[in-house]
C-alpha cells in the first residue's frame, strides 16, 4: 500500500503506483483543473510523475510560485514551436520563466517586428487550441547531441555538450512536431495556457556576453484566464503613466544625462523632496537615540582589504592611486563607521552606540543594468551601524524593525520580510554565523513577524533581513536591511570594556531603512504617481491671480505663507484661469489658490486641492492652519 501524505497531513492510500495528475483528480476536480506542477518530498516534479513510493505531495496551482513559472516556461515552448512553425530557419537559444512573465531567445533572420509577433501570437493560439499532450523522454547525451545537430540547434548542442561530460542522461519535452531541450517540469497539455500577451522584442547577446552574437529577445506573459490577463495588461499602463524616469522630467525632479550614465543629476524641486526625506530621517533617528557621523568618501587600498571588500567586492568598486598607493571610493559606509567607533575607547556603559550617516556611495554597474533612479552607479545610503554586546542583540534588532515598520506605513507600504543565510563566498567561521542567524530569527520570533527563508543569500559577512515593500501597484522592492555581523569588528579589532574589566569584542548591525534614497524617490514617485502628500510635495501650494490687478496682493498672501514654511509660488502669468489650473494639476501640485476681486477684498483664497476639486473659500489664516496640520502630521491625501 502507497501512502501519500497531502498538505494539512491527509494521508491517501493507493494500492497501485499512481500518477500526481491522479492524484490530484482524486482530490477534486476543480484542483485537478487548476492543477500546474506538483511537489514531492519537497521536489517540484511533473504532474505526469509516477509515484510508488510513500510520500508528501503538494499539488500547486497558478497561484503558487513554483506554479506560475512551470505555467509560463509551457507558454515559452509554445512560443517557440510557433516561431519554428513559421520561420523554419530560426535557432533557439533560451526560454525562461521570469517575474510577471517569460522570454525566448532567438536566432533568425526575420525581424521580429509588431507585425510579426502579431503573427506568432495567432499561431500560438493555434497551438493552444490543439491541446497538444506534452510529453517527457531522455536520451543519452551522444544521441541528444545528434539529434540537436539533425535539426540545426547549434545553441542547444553548445548547452548538451557542457553537461555531456557527466554522462547524464538528458532530458527534452515534445509537444506535436515540436522537440525541445529542456529539464522542465512542464503542464499536461498546451491548451491549459488559455491567455498570453507578446509584449515586446529586444536584442540579447547569447548567455549575456557582448563578445557573442546578438539574438532576438521576445518578452511575453501568460496566464490561465483572459481577466487576470487584461489586469495584468492595465497594471502594465498604469506602470508607464508612473514611470520615474518620465514623471521625474516633466515635474523637474531629476535628469539624467550622458555626461555621467548612472550618475543622477537632482534638479532644485528634487533637491526640496530629497531633503525633505532626509531631515524625516534626521527626526526619527535623533528620537531613536543615533547619532550621526560623516566619514570619507575614499580611502586606502588597506582599509579594503582589512574589511574584505577588496578580496569579495572589488569588481563593484572603482580605484585610483594616490601618491603610489591604491585607493577605492567607497561602495559601503561600513569599514569608516568601524573606523569612527576605534576612535575612542568604549566601556559595555556605552553600548549600545547607534551611528548613523547618509554616505554618498559608489558601485560599478554595467550600462545595461543602468534604470533612472533604481539602478545607479553612485546614491545615498542611509546607513546605521550599532555597536552592541551580545545581550543586545534581540533588543536592538527589535527596535531596528519597529523603526523600518513605521517609516514603511507612514507612506502607505505593505511589506514582507526574508531572512537571508550564509552565502558560499563568506568569510568567518561556523560558530558565528549559527549565532549571528539565530540572533535574527529569535528577534523575528519575539516580534511574531511572519518571513520566509532565502537560502544562501546573506552578505559575505553576516546573515540579514531583508525588507520588501509593495507599492499601490502591488509591485514589491527590497529597501530595507539589517545586517548582523561578527566579522568586521573582528577583523577590525574592535572592542569594548566589560563589566569585568577586560576587553571584549563588541558586536555589529548594519542596516537601512530607506536603502538608497535615490532608489526610494525613485519608488516613492510610481507609488504615489507624482502626487506626493503634502509633507513630501516640492511645491505644496500656488496662487492663481485671475487678474493683473490681483498680482500685489497675490505676492503678499505667498510671502506670508512662505514666513510659515510653506512651499508657495505665484503663477502670474496672462493665462486664463482654467489653463492655470489644468497647468498645476499637471504639475501635482496639492493646493491651488484662486485669487479674485471678491478673495482679495477678504483676505481670502478660493482653494482647490489637487483630488477633490474646489474645497470652498477660506481665509489665508484659516488656510495656513489647514496646511501645517497636514505637513505636521504627515497626513496622506
Known amino acids: 500500500m502507497i501512502q501519500i501524505t497531502l498538505k494539512g497531513g491527509t494521508v491517501k492510500e493507493y494500492e497501485n503506483p499512481v500518477s500526481a495528475a491522479d492524484v490530484a483528480k482524486d482530490i477534486g476536480m476543480g484542483l485537478y483543473k487548476?492543477?500546474?506542477?506538483?511537489?514531492?518530498?519537497?521536489?517540484?516534479?511533473?504532474?505526469?510523475?509516477?509515484?510508488?513510493?510513500?510520500?508528501?505531495l503538494e499539488i500547486l496551482t497558478f497561484d503558487d510560485e513554483d506554479g506560475k513559472k512551470t505555467f509560463r516556461h509551457t507558454a515559452s515552448h509554445i512560443l517557440a514551436q510557433a516561431v519554428k512553425r513559421l520561420y523554419p530557419e530560426t535557432k533557439l537559444a533560451i526560454g525562461p520563466a521570469i517575474k510577471d512573465g517569460f522570454y525566448y531567445d532567438f536566432d533568425s533572420e526575420t525581424v521580429f517586428t509588431p507585425e510579426v509577433l502579431e503573427k506568432i501570437e495567432a499561431e500560438m493560439k493555434k497551438i493552444v487550441k490543439e491541446d497538444l499532450a506534452i510529453e517527457n523522454f531522455e536520451l543519452p547525451p551522444e544521441e541528444a547531441i545528434a539529434l540537436m545537430k539533425d535539426k540545426g540547434e547549434t545553441y542547444k548542442v553548445e548547452l548538451i555538450e557542457e553537461h555531456a561530460g557527466k554522462g547524464e542522461p538528458i532530458s527534452f519535452y515534445k509537444q506535436g512536431e515540436f522537440t525541445e531541450l529542456c529539464e522542465g517540469p512542464h503542464l499536461m497539455k498546451t491548451g491549459a495556457v488559455k491567455a498570453f500577451k507578446l509584449t515586446s522584442c529586444t536584442g540579447a547577446y547569447w548567455r549575456g556576453d557582448e563578445k557573442n552574437k546578438m539574438l532576438q529577445r521576445i518578452y511575453a506573459t501568460a496566464f490561465p484566464k483572459q481577466s487576470a490577463l487584461d489586469e495584468y495588461l492595465e497594471m502594465v499602463e498604469e506602470a508607464k503613466k508612473r514611470d520615474h524616469r518620465k514623471l521625474g522630467r516633466d515635474l523637474k525632479l531629476f535628469a539624467l544625462m550622458d555626461e555621467g550614465p548612472g550618475f543622477p543629476f537632482f534638479l532644485p524641486k528634487g533637491m526640496i523632496l530629497k531633503n525633505t526625506l532626509i531631515d524625516y530621517w534626521r527626526e526619527i533617528h535623533t528620537r531613536e537615540g543615533y547619532v550621526e557621523i560623516s566619514t570619507p568618501m575614499m580611502l586606502n587600498r588597506q582599509l579594503w582589504e582589512t574589511s574584505g571588500h577588496w578580496d569579495h567586492y572589488k569588481e563593484n568598486m572603482y580605484t585610483t592611486v594616490i601618491d603610489d598607493t591604491d585607493f577605492a571610493i567607497k561602495p559601503m559606509n561600513c569599514p569608516g563607521g568601524m573606523l569612527v567607533y576605534k576612535s575612542e575607547i568604549h566601556s559595555y556603559r556605552d553600548l549600545p552606540i547607534r551611528m548613523g550617516e547618509l554616505g554618498l556611495v559608489h558601485r560599478h554597474?554595467?550600462?545595461?543594468?543602468?534604470?533612472?533612479?533604481?539602478?545607479?552607479?553612485?546614491?545615498?545610503?542611509?546607513?546605521?551601524?550599532?555597536?552592541?554586546?551580545?545581550?543586545q542583540i534581540t533588543d536592538e534588532i527589535k527596535g531596528v524593525v519597529r523603526l523600518i515598520d513605521e517609516v514603511y506605513k507612514l507612506f502607505g507600504f505593505k511589506y514582507h520580510v526574508e531572512?537571508?543565510?550564509?552565502?558560499?563566498?563568506?568569510?568567518?567561521?561556523?560558530?558565528?554565523?549559527?549565532?549571528?542567524?539565530?540572533?535574527?530569527?529569535?528577534?523575528?520570533?519575539?516580534?511574531?513577524?511572519?518571513?520566509?527563508?532565502?537560502?544562501?543569500?546573506?552578505?559575505?559577512?553576516?546573515?540579514?533581513?531583508?525588507?520588501?515593500?509593495?507599492?499601490?501597484?502591488?509591485?514589491?522592492?527590497?529597501?530595507?536591511?539589517?545586517?548582523?555581523?561578527?566579522?568586521?569588528?573582528?577583523?577590525?579589532?574592535?572592542?569594548?570594556?566589560?563589566?569585568?574589566?577586560?576587553?571584549?569584542?563588541?558586536?555589529?548591525?548594519?542596516?537601512?531603512?530607506?536603502?538608497?534614497?535615490?532608489?526610494?524617490?525613485?519608488?516613492?514617485?510610481?507609488?504615489?504617481?507624482?502626487a506626493f502628500p503634502l509633507w513630501l510635495a516640492p511645491e505644496q501650494a500656488v496662487i492663481l491671480p485671475i487678474a493683473d490687478r490681483h498680482h500685489e496682493k497675490a505676492y503678499a498672501i505667498r510671502d506670508r505663507l512662505r514666513e510659515k514654511g510653506i512651499r508657495v509660488s505665484v503663477d502670474d502669468r496672462s493665462e486664463k484661469i482654467g489653463y492655470k489650473i489644468r497647468e498645476a494639476q499637471l504639475q501635482k501640485i496639492p493646493y491651488m489658490l484662486v485669487l479674485g476681486d471678491k478673495e482679495a477684498e477678504n483676505d481670502s483664497v478660493s482653494v482647490r486641492y489637487r483630488t477633490k476639486g474646489d474645497i470652498g473659500t477660506m481665509t489665508v489664516d484659516e488656510l495656513c492652519a489647514r496646511m501645517l496640520h497636514e505637513i505636521e502630521t504627515k497626513a496622506k491625501d
Open 365 to 391: 554597474e554595467k550600462s545595461g543594468a543602468l534604470h533612472g533612479l533604481m539602478r545607479v552607479r553612485c546614491f545615498t545610503q542611509d546607513d546605521a551601524h550599532i555597536f552592541m554586546t551580545p545581550e
Open 419 to 530: 531572512l537571508s543565510t550564509r552565502p558560499e563566498d563568506s568569510m568567518g567561521s561556523d560558530e558565528d554565523w549559527e549565532m549571528a542567524t539565530a540572533g535574527l530569527q529569535k528577534a523575528l520570533d519575539e516580534l511574531q513577524l511572519p518571513y520566509v527563508v532565502n537560502e544562501g543569500d546573506g552578505a559575505f559577512y553576516g546573515p540579514k533581513i531583508d525588507f520588501h515593500l509593495e507599492d499601490s501597484l502591488g509591485r514589491t522592492w527590497q529597501c530595507g536591511t539589517i545586517q548582523l555581523d561578527f566579522q568586521l569588528p573582528q577583523r577590525f579589532e574592535a572592542e569594548y570594556v566589560g563589566a569585568d574589566g577586560e576587553k571584549h569584542r563588541p558586536i555589529m548591525i548594519h542596516r537601512v531603512v530607506f536603502g538608497s534614497i535615490e532608489r526610494f524617490i525613485g519608488i516613492l514617485i510610481e507609488h504615489f504617481a507624482g
Open 34 to 56: 487548476a492543477a500546474c506542477v506538483a511537489k514531492i518530498n519537497g521536489e517540484v516534479c511533473d504532474l505526469r510523475t509516477m509515484i510508488s513510493d510513500n510520500c508528501e
